[in-house]
């Protein structure tokens, strides 16, 4: 299976309630191409994370100044 499509599948079954350890158990692929798809989605949803932090931390600070005005 191609890493996108890997990837694709692992987004569908998260979004549908599934748990990593479900995935591992109930996708058929080669363990590291699975393990690396993980890897992949749980390093994008920590960039994710982080730059709704930063849109947050922008936004409050605008806030901020807008009341001080």
Not at 6 to 34: C, F, H, M, W
Not at 55 to 63: E, I, K, P, V
């Amino acid at each position: 299976m191609a890493h996108h499509d890997l990837s694709t599948q692992l987004k569908q079954l998260l979004k549908r309630g599934y748990s990593i350890e479900d995935i591992r158990n109930l996708v058929i692929a080669p363990r590291a191409e699975l393990e690396r798809a993980i890897l992949d989605f749980e390093h994008q949803q920590r960039l994710e994370r982080q730059q709704a932090r930063n849109l947050r931390g922008q936004a409050d600070f605008a806030m901020g100044l807008r009341r001080h005005h």
